[in-house]
Structures are given as structure tokens and as C-alpha cells.
């Protein structure tokens, strides 16, 4: 079972920024925190992962709070096509499979 | 760099018929899953192979689902006989065998059963 729990819908205006809450209170000490998204009849795609410092990448950042107990995933200018389902998973880092949620539904609006 | 290849996209058969569905991972990828993602629900693992062994296979439904990987690259997944249940989309996802293990998905294949 998914060890996160996530809003299942949010939206969001164009070119503002989406912030995205995971909760994730039962995280061990070696588990990262790593977000996917899936855009309509499309495989999910990778956007960041993260174990305790806060992360950026081209696509979002990453804010971790200190007792790992949650964090918020951050697209800084959302798009229309931002609008996917966003994952929050918490796993092990290596070859390990996937156990997704139901995720957020991120609507941008225009 | 090519992405992972799934084919056929979409697939419409009657339940108890049989259907067989085709994965082509990144090149070098030498991880490479299958999910089962059924409608408003997140993808759920069926199997994992490292190269041509499997790895975890806990959660196929053995009785009618297979899987293989022969020479460790092209993977194919079959089921027989179908049930209305199946009717999910499968994905197939590919990652290097290493720490930053990017799980890579394709576009996934849409089955439906009637």
C-alpha cells in the first residue's frame, strides 16, 4: 500500500505557482521522497526526488520539512499543460518497483 | 534518445480470448517493469526482470498472466484467458540498473475485455 496521502484534486491558475502537499508521516530514515506525474493517456514521468534537503530541478522544487513527516512539491509557473495527476511516492532509493497512490489531480486553469 | 516502445496502443477482446502485449525498453536499460494501472487508480506492479531474471513477480496473477524477457531486452506480457477484470491500461517502465534509478514509462497499452 502507498505510504502517502494526497488531496485528490487541486486547481490552479495559469502562471501561478502550484504547490502540491504530501503527507508522508510513517517515512523511514532511508526512504526518499520522489514525485511523479502522469499527463492524460501517457506514462508517468519523473519529476524530482528528494531526502531531506530541498530540491530544484528545471521542472519543480522539492520542500521537505525537517521531520520528513511531509512535504510540498512546487511548479513555480504552472501551464496548461502542467494539468496531469501528481504522484508523491516514498521508497528506497534502487531497482525498486513504484507503489502508487491515487495522486493529485492538478487542474491548471486559463 | 528513444524512449521506451510499447505497442499495440490499444487492444478490444472478448473475455477468455487471449492477448499478448509488446515492450522495447531504453537501450541499456537493464530493469524493466510491468504496471497495471486500472481507471481512477494509481499503477500497481505485476513484475520486475533485472536483465532476463525476474526479480518480483509476487503480484502477477500466475494463472493467467506471463511474462518473459528473453536476452534481457524486449519483454512481452500475455494473458490468457482474459477476464472483464483486466481491462486496465499496462504499462511498461525501464530504469539502469543503478542508484539513480529513473523508472522510464512508455505510453502504455489500453486493454479493454467485453
Known amino acids: 500500500d502507498a505510504k502517502t496521502t494526497q488531496p485528490p484534486s487541486m486547481d490552479c491558475a495559469e502562471g501561478r505557482a502550484a504547490n502540491l502537499p504530501c503527507n508522508h508521516s510513517?517515512?523511514?530514515?532511508?526512504?526518499?521522497v520522489y514525485w511523479y506525474r502522469q499527463i492524460h493517456s501517457q506514462g508517468p514521468q519523473y519529476i524530482i526526488h528528494?531526502?531531506?534537503n530541498n530540491e530544484t530541478n528545471e521542472m519543480a522544487s522539492l520542500i521537505i520539512t525537517e521531520d520528513r513527516k511531509s512535504s510540498t512539491l512546487i511548479l513555480p509557473h504552472a501551464t496548461l499543460r502542467d494539468t496531469a495527476v501528481y504522484y508523491c511516492i516514498v521508497r528506497v532509493q534502487g531497482n525498486t518497483p513504484l507503489v502508487f497512490g491515487k495522486g493529485t489531480r492538478l487542474s491548471v486553469i486559463a | 534518445e528513444a524512449g521506451v516502445a510499447q505497442s499495440p496502443r490499444y487492444k478490444i477482446i472478448e473475455k477468455r480470448q487471449s492477448v499478448a502485449f509488446w515492450c522495447n525498453p531504453i537501450?541499456?536499460?537493464?530493469?524493466l517493469y510491468w504496471y497495471q494501472q486500472i481507471l481512477g487508480q494509481g499503477p500497481k506492479l505485476l513484475i520486475q526482470?533485472?536483465?532476463?531474471?525476474?526479480?518480483?513477480d509476487s503480484q502477477l496473477p500466475k494463472d493467467r498472466f506471463s511474462a518473459e524477457r528473453l536476452k534481457g531486452v524486449d519483454s512481452t506480457l500475455k494473458i490468457q484467458p482474459a477476464k472483464l477484470e483486466d481491462s486496465a491500461v499496462y504499462l511498461c517502465?525501464?530504469?539502469?540498473?543503478?542508484?539513480?534509478?529513473?523508472?522510464?514509462f512508455g505510453p502504455g497499452t489500453r486493454l479493454t475485455v467485453l
Open positions: 537501450s541499456g536499460h537493464a530493469t
Open positions: 510513517t517515512i523511514s530514515g532511508n526512504e526518499y
Open positions: 528528494g531526502l531531506k
Open positions: 517502465a525501464s530504469s539502469l540498473a543503478v542508484a539513480t534509478d529513473t523508472q522510464y
Open positions: 526482470f533485472q536483465n532476463n531474471g525476474v526479480v518480483d
